[in-house]
């Protein structure tokens, strides 16, 4: 029995210091008698030392001292203490207290402790972890019992431990057809899904959910660690994308204009019905980047692709997809975020309705102007009747009672009335008569240079002097040469006409400006310092037959004139002053103007 | 003739002057001529005629205000006014259908028929 007396020995000799656990013994004055390694380790020098200076570091007995309850009633103790180690550093043990007992009194207490400071900080920062994780964490039970929760759901749902989670969580009274936690109670694996719960507020919470089995160690497992993440955010987010795809989707849709969009590599990604429509393309039918080409303006992509900005063709002709001409307005820009290229836009829109819309307007303006025309005629054959009835009055008058003079006038009094109503028809017959205008490549200068040098001696002999004045480069446009003459024409006489009205008329200047201005539009103006016209002559100016010339004018010059310039898409206006002098301008902008017609040159036999 | 009646031709037309001025004075009238309102008026206050021959050329305000200018001037609104106008009857439906002042003692459309011309002056300077 030699090693078990050895054993005995050892046990007897060297197991109190070899023990991982920190063993002191003390008598009843809480003097520390007697303590092994493993205390001297964990607590220091303990020798002549009260308990409570050792253990805590304390100057008197504790508050709640186990050591004096098991003194006491001699029953030993197990609790959970904090103390100071030999570092000074906080201490977490356990301590179980035994009395040692003689003859009925305790002499001594036997104090053995644990250092749980490690664990203990393992078990809080865990827990802090289950709190804190920025989701909802539960464990749950095979009967779908909450076992744990963590505090976010406590947050959310207040507490619900013990409670079945299909309750507390969705308010049924079953479990749920799709739960994840039940999938893997059978499996034993990982599962995720989505959740909808209602929240405190009533208000729908989405989860997105994630049930993992809690093995603790041996492949098997009693609970199931649910993770639930907040998505409703995300979900909302999701949706209000989801809402503006599908507005922006029915606005391209059911827009008017044409919209296509090209993405960065090229494939046409949007071609609108209205597109279609323009570009006669059947709804399903792809089209490729060469048929874009082929259907827009030549090099309109390739001046987008330059960028930046916008590039806008107000008046363009597109062809559809099987090469039939449709004047359209363009828009063109690219598409981009932040500094990466996205791909283009096109917006079209179809100016086919609104070109036909002008037509028919432009012919319904001019049948108006034929029919007040026609009422202003009556009025103007009126005074010309007048006028040849005077006449004849005069002769008839004259003859009876035999005075020359009387029949002279009279003569002359038809003579001049004929001679009115011949030019009063023959202008009213070209003011009323409907046509294309017959536009040609010509410089806007040369057209007033014209005019003036024509009118110079007639305007001296008048004593007015006619000045010619050109502003800068004015490129060749499309006009009717011979019309815009006869305005120019009409201008200038009307000019020289105020001029010699005027009471101030040897120093009287008419002049002739021709310019384009910064919005590519050519003026021509005609000023003259002459009389100038009061508000009742300026209001009535260019309205039918209204003259301010006596048997001289017809009154329809200014509104032949108006009528010329609208037909080149242009505009005339007026500012005069009584006593200063009159300006028309003409402005003519170039957007405007009206396309030279082509003349198909046959070949002549 | 001392008792000759004083007739003031307001007209702008050259012509309708001289085929008016003949028919008032080969039927025992004297005149006196303005070519336009203005004068026309200054010329009613200066000469006090018998009896105006106002010619109105436009069917629109400026028409009606002419012709308010006279009847509106205590001097002027005591002399008959015949109004001759290319204008038409709508003018004279105008005229009629506006408050506040005297309506023109005659109303005579062009072409003017001479006769009816002289009757109406007769009329009215009878009176």
Same mark, same amino acid.
């Given at each position: 029995m030699a090693p078990d007396n050895k054993v005995d020995r050892w046990i007897r000799d060297n197991l109190f210091n070899a023990v991982p656990i920190a063993i002191a013994v003390m008598d009843k004055e809480f003097n520390v008698v007697y303590a092994n390694h493993s205390f001297e380790k964990m607590f220091g020098n303990w020798k002549n030392r009260k308990c409570y200076a050792v253990y &805590? %570091?304390? &100057? #008197?007995?504790?508050? $709640?001292c186990k050591a004096l309850a098991t003194l006491k009633d001699g029953i030993p103790r197990i609790s959970e203490e904090a103390g100071y180690n030999k570092e000074g550093r906080l201490t977490r043990y356990i301590k179980q207290t035994f009395p040692i007992i003689e003859n009925g009194d305790i002499l001594f207490l036997v104090e053995m402790s644990i250092d749980i400071t490690d664990t203990e900080r393992i078990r809080k920062e865990r827990q802090l972890l289950f709190d804190q994780v920025p989701c909802n964490v539960m464990l749950i039970d095979k009967d779908f019992r909450v076992v744990r929760t963590n505090k976010k759901i406590r947050e959310m749902? !207040?507490?619900? #431990?013990? +409670?079945y989670c299909y309750e507390s969580l &969705? !308010? +049924?009274?079953r479990k749920c057809a799709d739960c994840t936690a039940h999938q893997t109670f059978k499996d034993g694996k990982t599962h995720t899904g989505r959740s909808i719960v209602k929240g405190k507020d009533g208000k729908d919470i989405n989860f997105q959910v994630t049930t993992v089995p809690l093995d603790v !160690? =041996? !492949?098997?497992? $009693?609970l199931v660690m649910e993770m639930a993440v907040d998505i409703t955010e995300m979900v909302n987010l999701q949706e209000e994308l989801e809402d503006a795809h599908a507005f922006m989707q029915s606005l391209i849709t059911t827009s008017m204009a044409g919209i296509i969009a090209v993405d960065h590599v090229g494939d046409i990604t949007i071609l609108n019905p209205a597109a279609r429509d323009i570009f006669n393309i059947v709804p399903s039918k792809l089209i490729t980047m060469q048929e874009l080409e082929y259907m827009l303006p030549e090099g309109f992509l390739n001046q987008i692709n330059a960028g930046p900005g916008h590039v806008h063709l107000p008046e363009t002709d597109v062809q559809t997809i099987d090469g039939i001409n449709v004047p359209v307005r363009l828009v063109g820009f690219q598409l981009s975020r932040g500094k990466s290229p996205m791909g283009m836009a096109i917006f079209i829109h179809d100016l086919r309705e609104l070109k036909q819309l002008e037509t028919d307007k432009i012919e319904a303006e001019r049948l108006a102007a034929v029919g007040q025309t026609v009422a202003g005629l009556a009025h103007g054959v009126k005074n010309l009747i007048t006028g040849l009835d005077g006449g004849m009055y005069m002769l008839n008058s004259g003859m009876n009672q035999g005075k020359v003079e009387r029949i002279q006038e009279g003569m002359e009094m038809l003579g001049r009335n004929i001679e009115r109503i011949s030019k009063f028809v023959k202008e009213f017959l070209s003011f009323s008569r409907g046509r294309e205008i017959q536009a040609e490549l010509c410089h806007p200068s040369d057209i007033a240079e014209d005019v003036v040098s024509i009118y110079k001696t007639k305007a001296n002999n008048f004593g007015v002097e006619l000045i010619f004045e050109k502003k800068g480069d004015i490129k060749p446009a499309p006009i009717e040469y011979e019309s815009m003459h006869e305005c120019l024409t009409n201008l200038v006489g009307n000019a020289i006409d105020a001029c010699m009205t005027s $009471? =101030? %008329?040897?120093k009287c200047h008419v002049w002739v400006r021709v310019y384009e201005d910064d919005t590519n539009a050519i003026i021509f103006e005609v000023v003259d310092d002459g009389c100038g016209m009061d508000y009742e002559v300026k209001k009535k100016v260019f309205t039918n037959f209204f003259t301010t010339k006596g048997l001289g004018g017809t009154g329809l010059g200014l509104l032949t004139t108006k009528k010329i310039i609208q037909e080149h898409g242009g505009k005339i206006s007026m500012e005069s002053r009584l006593g200063k002098g009159t300006t028309f301008r003409i402005r003519l902008p170039r957007k405007q103007l009206p396309k030279i017609i082509e003349h198909n040159d046959e070949p002549k036999n | 003739m001392g008792d000759q009646k004083k007739i003031l031709i307001v007209e702008d037309e050259p012509d309708v002057m001289i085929y008016l001025n003949a028919i008032y004075e080969d039927n025992g009238y004297t005149t006196v001529q303005a070519t336009d309102g203005i004068e026309g008026f200054n010329m009613a206050k200066s000469?006090?005629?018998?009896?105006i021959s106002l010619d109105i050329a436009m069917p629109n305000q400026t028409g009606v205000r002419t012709y308010r200018e006279y009847k509106q001037d205590p001097d002027l609104k005591d002399i008959p006014v015949i109004i001759i106008t290319a204008v038409g009857d709508d003018f004279r439906r105008y005229l009629a259908k506006l408050k506040g002042f005297q309506k023109p003692e005659g109303f005579m459309n062009k072409p003017i028929d001479e006769n009816r011309l002289l009757k109406m002056v007769a009329d009215i300077l009878a009176d």
């Open positions: &805590k %570091n304390q &100057k #008197e007995v504790c508050k $709640e749902f !207040g507490d619900i #431990e013990g +409670t &969705k !308010g +049924t009274s !160690g =041996d !492949g098997q497992f $009693e $009471e =101030d %008329n040897d | 000469e006090k005629p018998d009896l």
